[in-house]
C-alpha cells in the first residue's frame, strides 16, 4: 500500500469515527433540549387547566374560553384530563374524541409526574399533577393530566437528524477533498524522486538533478553519493584488473617466447606450469571484474546493435565455416545494465555457438514485465543434459582436442548470477544446443 493511500485510509478511518461522535452527540443534545421545551410547554398547559377549573356538585367545570385552542380541535395532538383517584375520568378536552389515550394515573396531592406511555403503537408523553381541590362540603383528589402524540415531536427529531446528517456527510467530504489536495500537494517532492530514479534506472540520468525540500533533501544527497561512489569504486575496480592483465602480459609472452627454445624437459614443464598458472590468474580476476557490472545503475544498452556488431567480428573469425545466422531481435530491446557485461555474455556463447554450429545459428530476444530472455540456437553436436552441470564449472572444456580455457560458460553463470538472471542450456529445435538466458 503507498504512503498516499496510507494516510488517506488513516484519516477518512479517522473522520468517519469523529463525525459518527459528533452527530451521536448533537443528536442528544438537541433530544434533551426538545424534550426539555417539550415538558415546559406541557406544564404550563397543565397549570393553565388547573387554573380554568372549577368544583360545583361534584362536577367539574372548565369555561373552553380559558382553554387552549387546541384542546378544543379534535385530533389535534394535544390532549387534558381530569381524573378521580379510582381512575374514572371526570372530564377530558373534545381534541381527545376518537383517540385512544392512555389510562389516567391516580397521583398523591402534590406529586407530579412526566412519562413517555405507547398505547397501540402510538407514543405520547404525559404529564400528571395529583391535588386535593376544596369544595363547599369539604375537597376531593383530582389528577390533572396532559397528554402530547409524539408524531410531531418525532417529526422535529428525524427533520433535525437529516439536516444534521447532510452537513456532517457534506463536511467530511470537503475535509476529505482538501485533504487529498494538500496530500498530492505535500507528498509531490516524494513523486518527482520517484521519477527521476526511474530516469536513472533507464539510463536517461546520471544522477537526482533537482532540489527538494530539507525533510527529503539528505536522502536525494546520499543517493547521488552513492551513485558517484559506485561509478568511482568501478572504474577503479576495472582499471586495476586492466592493469593487472597489461602487466602480466610481457611475462606471458616472454614466456610463451621462451617454451619455443630448447629447454630441458623439466624446465619446460615447471615453465608450463607457472604459465598455465598466470592465465588463470589473469582470466579469474577478469572474470570478477566483469560481473562487478550487476550493480552498475543508469546504464542501458541497445541489444540488437550490440549484437550485430559481435556477428561481425565473428563473422569474419569464422569466415570459412560459412555460417548462417538468423537474428529475431527487435530494435527497442534495451539491456540495463553494463554494456561490458552483455558484450562479455553474448561473445561467449555466440563463439561457442560459431565454434561448434555445422550451418546455422538462430538468436532471439523478447521482452516480458521486467524480464529480459535470451536464447542462442546452434545446428552443432549438442550437449547431453547429465553434462550440463559439468560444463558450467570453471576450467571444464566440452572437447579438450579445441582451443579454449574452459571458463567462457562459467563467466557467463557468474554474469548471469550476479544481475540477478538464469542460465539454462538444452536442444534446439535445429538439433544442437539452445542457451536460454533471463536477465
Not at 488517506?8 to 459528533?22: D, E, N, Q, R
Not at 564449472?393 to 582436442?401: E, F, I, L, S
Request: proline share 2%; hydrophobic share 40%; with cysteine.
Amino acid at each position: 500500500m503507498s504512503l498516499n493511500s496510507r494516510i488517506t485510509l488513516s484519516a477518512t478511518v479517522v473522520l468517519v469515527i469523529f463525525i459518527c461522535l459528533t452527530a451521536f452527540a448533537l443528536e442528544r443534545a438537541f433530544f434533551d433540549s426538545t424534550e426539555s421545551a417539550l415538558r415546559d410547554t406541557m406544564s404550563s398547559q397543565l397549570y393553565a387547566l388547573m387554573a380554568a377549573a372549577e368544583v360545583e356538585n361534584q362536577q367539574i367545570v372548565l369555561s373552553s374560553n380559558d382553554l387552549d385552542t387546541l384542546l378544543g380541535l379534535p385530533g389535534s395532538g394535544i390532549y387534558a384530563t381530569i381524573s378521580n383517584p379510582s381512575g374514572q375520568v371526570l372530564w377530558q378536552s373534545s381534541s381527545s374524541l376518537g383517540t385512544t389515550l392512555p389510562k389516567p394515573t391516580s397521583l398523591n396531592s402534590g406529586k407530579k409526574t412526566f412519562a413517555k406511555i405507547s398505547v397501540e403503537n402510538s407514543d405520547f408523553y404525559t404529564t400528571a399533577y395529583g391535588v386535593r381541590w376544596p369544595t363547599d362540603t369539604g375537597s376531593i383528589a383530582l389528577t390533572f393530566s396532559i397528554t402530547t402524540d409524539l408524531s410531531s415531536f418525532d417529526k422535529q427529531i428525524n427533520s433535525y437528524r437529516l439536516t444534521l446528517w447532510g452537513w456532517l456527510i457534506a463536511m467530511a467530504t470537503l475535509l476529505l477533498l482538501s485533504q487529498a489536495a494538500i496530500l498530492r500537494w505535500g507528498l509531490a517532492p516524494l513523486r518527482k524522486v520517484g521519477i527521476e530514479l526511474n530516469r536513472i534506472e533507464a539510463g536517461k540520468q546520471q544522477q537526482i538533478e533537482n532540489h527538494y525540500p530539507q525533510e527529503i533533501e539528505r536522502l536525494t544527497n546520499n543517493i547521488n553519493i552513492l551513485l558517484e561512489h559506485e561509478r568511482q569504486q568501478k572504474t577503479r575496480y576495472r582499471d586495476a584488473m586492466g592493469n593487472l592483465a597489461h602487466s602480466l602480459k610481457t611475462p606471458l609472452a616472454i614466456l610463451h617466447t621462451s617454451l619455443q627454445t630448447e629447454l630441458h624437459k623439466q624446465d619446460r614443464q615447471t615453465m608450463q606450469e607457472q604459465l598455465n598458472r598466470m592465465n588463470s590468474i589473469v582470466e579469474y580476476q577478469l572474470q570478477r571484474a566483469v560481473t562487478a557490472g550487476s550493480v552498475s545503475l543508469g546504464k542501458s544498452v541497445e541489444l540488437l546493435s550490440t549484437t550485430q556488431r559481435l556477428l561481425n567480428s565473428l563473422q569474419k573469425v569464422y569466415s570459412d565455416k560459412a555460417i548462417s545466422v538468423t537474428t529475431h531481435v527487435d530494435s527497442a530491446l534495451i539491456f540495463r545494465g553494463d554494456e561490458g557485461d552483455l558484450m562479455e555474455v553474448l561473445g561467449n556463447l555466440l563463439d561457442n555457438a560459431f565454434k561448434w554450429a555445422h550451418q546455422n545459428i538462430e538468436i532471439s530476444a523478447q521482452q516480458s514485465g521486467k524480464q529480459l530472455l535470451i536464447s542462442i540456437s546452434d545446428d552443432g553436436p549438442g550437449i547431453a543434459q547429465e553434462k550440463v552441470e559439468e560444463l558450467l564449472q570453471r576450467g571444464v572444456r566440452a572437447d579438450q582436442t579445441t582451443a579454449g580455457h574452459g571458463i567462457g560458460l562459467s563467466i557467463v553463470k557468474s554474469i548471469v548470477h550476479a544481475y540477478g538472471g538464469n542460465l539454462t542450456i538444452s536442444t534446439s529445435d535445429l538439433g544442437g544446443a539452445k542457451v536460454c538466458l533471463l536477465l
